[in-house]
């Protein structure tokens, strides 16, 4: 596997489903950050970590819950959605969170919620 | 309030000419700029990047220039080729990765 991977890449489930998204990066990168893309707006960031800390939350609800056991690993465990958070998660890494600018991204899992 | 604007939705143009893609931005303390290309059921993908300390960059067919005082870039693809037909979004950065801003994204599609 190279680059940045996610899965699953389609995702349907209910209101009072709990289920994660998983994002792997082999790029040797320490920063990972998960984003939201909903139809027609522009990609918004949700959660960054750095070397395993996250160090940005954009207010973003409770019922997403990060979690970054490592550098290489990212996973967004999502709860009692609704179907507002219908959209197309992507998740990114980058060298680090200054200097090198650039962030590679995963394809995106799909996710409609009923 | 959006602080990176692709007011151009979409944009047509004849395989062999130039595409120009435009951004605008609000935000004085962005100086570090981004264009990523996305295909459909992909990740967006890195193009091309400028420093606030430029107002050119050239990769090959892919240039993007900075207008500092006008708050704009814009990204030219000479020629372009079918295989550009993607999203295009602008991205700027006010002095770390973590800060990654996007614009909502210009549809190219060349044609043949």
């Known amino acids: 596997e190279t680059g940045v991977t996610q899965t699953p890449r389609h995702l349907v489930m209910g209101m009072t489903n709990k289920k994660s998204l998983k994002c792997e990066q082999h790029?040797?990168?320490?920063?990972m950050y998960w984003y939201k893309q909903s139809a027609k707006k522009p990609l918004e960031l949700m959660f960054v970590?750095?070397?395993?800390?996250?160090?940005e939350n954009n207010s973003v609800p409770s019922r997403f819950s990060p979690e970054c056991p490592n550098s290489s690993h990212l996973f967004l465990h999502l709860h009692t959605l609704q179907p507002e958070d219908s959209a197309l998660y992507l998740c990114?890494?980058?060298?680090?969170?200054?200097?090198?600018?650039?962030?590679?991204f995963g394809p995106g899992t799909r996710l409609t919620v009923l | 309030d959006q602080q990176v604007k692709q007011n151009s939705p979409s944009l047509s143009v004849q395989e062999g000419r130039i595409s120009i893609l435009n951004c605008d931005y609000t935000?004085?303390?962005?100086?570090?700029f981004l264009w990523y290309k996305k295909y459909p059921a992909e990740g967006p993908t890195f193009l091309i990047s400028?420093?606030?300390?430029?107002d050119k960059n050239e990769d090959g067919r892919f240039t993007v220039f900075l207008n500092k005082s006008a708050k704009h870039l814009s990204l030219h693809i000479v020629p372009s080729q079918p295989g550009d037909s993607a999203v295009y979004f602008c991205?700027?950065?006010?002095?770390?990765?973590?800060?990654?801003?996007f614009g909502t994204g210009t549809r190219l599609q060349v044609t043949l």
């Open positions: 990114a890494s980058s060298l680090g969170t200054s200097g090198v600018r650039e962030q590679f």
């Open positions: 790029l040797g990168h320490n920063a």
């Open positions: 970590y750095n070397f395993k800390e996250q160090t």
């Open positions: 935000n004085s303390m962005f100086d570090y």
């Open positions: 400028i420093s606030s300390i430029k």
């Open positions: 991205a700027a950065s006010p002095g770390t990765a973590s800060k990654l801003t």
